[in-house]
């Protein structure tokens, strides 16, 4: 086994696990926001207007930047040398 044939094995390892760790961040970050929702609804359902909005605007921005930074990740790990070649 050549040193470079270890060194793409263990890219491709390392890519494997980031791949399956930005996967759980996902799935929480959308499990967290559809729970945080549900709350939403209720207040909207109860006649709290106003806070219902100001909540579901907070969540908004903050699930707008979580996929931000979750998109950067995801191209940070394609774009790094070695790997996708």
């Given at each position: 086994m050549?040193?470079?044939?270890?060194?793409?094995?263990a890219?491709?390892q390392?890519a494997?696990?980031?791949?399956?760790?930005?996967?759980v961040i996902?799935?929480?970050?959308?499990?967290?926001?559809?729970?945080?929702?549900v709350?939403?609804?209720g207040?909207w359902?109860?006649?709290?207007r106003?806070?219902?909005?100001?909540?579901?605007?907070?969540?908004?921005?903050?699930?707008?930047?979580?996929?931000?930074m979750?998109?950067?990740?995801?191209?940070?790990?394609?774009?790094?040398p070695?790997?996708?070649t």
């Amino acid at each position: 086994m050549t040193p470079l044939l270890v060194v793409r094995a263990a890219e491709f390892q390392a890519a494997f696990f980031y791949s399956l760790l930005l996967l759980v961040i996902l799935f929480l970050v959308l499990l967290g926001i559809g729970y945080a929702l549900v709350g939403v609804r209720g207040l909207w359902r109860s006649g709290e207007r106003g806070p219902a909005t100001v909540l579901g605007g907070a969540l908004t921005v903050a699930f707008l930047a979580l996929v931000g930074m979750y998109v950067v990740a995801v191209g940070g790990l394609f774009a790094a040398p070695g790997l996708g070649t």
